[in-house]
């Protein structure tokens, strides 16, 4: 999996992650998986709903877990 995303729960980090942090990670892995750095003219409009929805996704996850030892604010 792609190096560049970064742990966004914590302990790794000690806040809650924050939308860019969320977004760039759903760039980070629509990037990996489609194999485009940038998106050509046809193709942004489906790359940019699948980095809105992974963000998404995102949230959702970070939102539901539980962190054993930490408390939920």
Same mark, same amino acid.
């Given at each position: 999996?792609? %190096?560049s995303i970064k742990?966004? %729960?914590?302990?790794?980090?000690?806040?809650?992650?924050?939308?860019?942090?969320?977004r760039a990670a759903?760039?980070?892995?629509?990037?990996?998986?489609?194999?485009?750095?940038?998106?050509?003219a046809h193709n942004?409009? @489906?790359?940019?709903?699948? @980095?809105?929805?992974?963000?998404?996704?995102?949230?959702?996850?970070?939102?539901?877990?539980?962190?054993?030892?930490?408390?939920? @604010?």
């Amino acid at each position: 999996m792609c %190096r560049s995303i970064k742990t966004l %729960r914590p302990p790794a980090i000690p806040e809650d992650a924050s939308e860019e942090e969320m977004r760039a990670a759903a760039l980070q892995y629509v990037r990996k998986v489609s194999g485009f750095r940038a998106p050509a003219a046809h193709n942004q409009e @489906v790359f940019d709903r699948a @980095v809105e929805k992974i963000a998404e996704a995102t949230r959702e996850l970070l939102d539901g877990l539980e962190i054993r030892g930490a408390a939920r @604010v």
